[in-house]
């Protein structure tokens, strides 16, 4: 009896299991703890047979002077904790490593890549297949290639298997949810097992090796078992979120989607034929991801900690507003802009009839009326909006807010412009309307996706609270875009605080850096924090799952009136902005409080 294989535990695979539980603890759901056992439970079941006949065969061996002694069919106790140790670090790295991906839009491939695509599943199935003939043809052959046979003969079927599932996504996802978790665990334990085996805590029989060695002290068949171990977890994880994504995206196939799927639902979701995927939903989705990640870096990290449809629904939720307001903001002429709101209107009044009258296939009217009036690449964004979920009101009235920028617009024929914020009160009724009114409808979806249930009154005051939440970080929006909505002749700063310091609306449009300017902005971000910090409170009262993604939209987007505050920040394409890695610590940090 001995502890040093506990000790490799003890020193090795604990520490960085107690590391990643804590980097990853805020961000665990039921159903990662559910596809992490799932895995656990697989990998222990199918390696016990494999390691049992491997030291039955004495392939390797353990000293009876460095184990602790229980043995399961031979197994040392310690080496069982290794199958689960490994695949629960593998798999929590993983889950870390791919957080901020968003496996929808992955599942179906790029048009001008598809050929390419193709090419490298058939390239992967056929060396797959391979390894598993040399494998086969190196236990024939017995002697110093069995030990590699057997782990070729073993992982390969497995790998062949998950691959034909899920090379669509193992081929497109981006390297940190691939081999990022494959290779940076293999390469540890490759370091670990040097160091065993130098100290003979586990040892590899001559003469069903091959003596080749990658370094000093690691074989070439340990290597290659730790690499495929990695490979097959990862493989694992990505087939698993492949099935879920194939349930969360495609509603006509799946309509109710359970919280914990059952293997049976996720293998059949993997053999769904791609033929009967919507793919114009999944296109739409992949261009809703695309708007989000280049327009707003706040709201991107926010959203990879929502789950499920929640998350989808919010970023289509997103892509909608972003379409209506750039086509607004982006138009050409005053008499454009109100076109183009005139059309969301007409827009929305179709689709809120096919709603009405219960016409759910795709809303005819109004894909028609889309298809003729607007940019190809505004329809999707029109198209998916979950209309079935929200209030109409609050997207009326978005598009009411709108009308407000139109006032800043030159008359024709006029040198005079006119600045529609004339009084405190201008400002906040018109912050209502353009982010009041997105507070309620993220609230309608987080009602709507949440499992617990919530009182009438609770939704009342978390709709209040929520639509001044939006006023805050209308007011941050404000404070931050002075110099580039004044580019664009837009002063949002109300008139009469101007007045108060000697000034009109015209000199902000020549000087938005003045120091004046800089008072009046502290004075609008006092106000944004005043109202933040009264609002907040609610947010303790938002349904559990949904409370602390909540908190990092939030907070992410408070951030940069936080930032606004300091002396010398710094300016991106004049708007100032929040670094990548203190959006991540404010994520960070409001996960942790809860
Ligand atoms: C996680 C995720 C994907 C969230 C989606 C959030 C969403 C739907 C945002 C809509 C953004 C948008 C384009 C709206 C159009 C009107 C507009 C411009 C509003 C301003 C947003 C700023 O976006 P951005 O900086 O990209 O805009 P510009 O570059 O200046 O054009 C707003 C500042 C409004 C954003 C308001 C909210 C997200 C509401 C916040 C309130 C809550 C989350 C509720 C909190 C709940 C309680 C109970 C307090």
Redesign the pocket.
Known sequence: MGFEYALVHLKYTIPPAAALTFLYRPLLTRIDIYRVAFLITIAVVSTIPWDSYLIRRKIWTYPPSVIVGPRLFSIPAEEIFFFVVQTYNTSLLYLLLSKPTFHSAYLVPPKAKVRSIKWCQGLGQVLLAACVLVGAYLIWRGNEGTYLGLILAWAGPFALLLWSLSSQLLVTLPITSTWAPILIPTVYLWIVDTLALRRGTWTIESGTKFGIHVWDGLEIEEAIFFLATNTLIVFGQVAFDHAVAIQLTLPRLYPHVSELPSPTHLIQALLASPAEYDEDRVEAISQAVKR?QE??RS?YL??ST?SGRLRID??L??SF??V??DLV?NAKSESAARDWIRKLTRYLDLTCASEEAKIRSKQPDAHRYSTVNFPESARSALHLLPTHLLSFGPLYD?LEGFKTDLGFHQQPGSLMRTFPIATSQDLERYAAR??GT??E???ELVFFHSSSSITDKRRGS?FR??G???IA??Y??IAR?IATDAAIGRVYLPTSWLKECGMVPQDVLEDPNHPKIDALRSRLLDKAFAVYDQ??V??A??PSDARS??RV??ES?MEIGRVLREKGYKVKQGKATVSKLRRFQVAWKVMHEE
């Open positions: 989000l327009k707003s709201f926010a959203s929502f919010l970023i939720l997103y507003c972003r209506a307001d903001d978005l353009v982010a997105v507070a409808l993220i609230l978390l609270a929520g001044n939440m939006g970080l209308q941050v929006n875009d609002a907040r609610a947010m009262q938002l993604p909540m939209a939030v987007y």
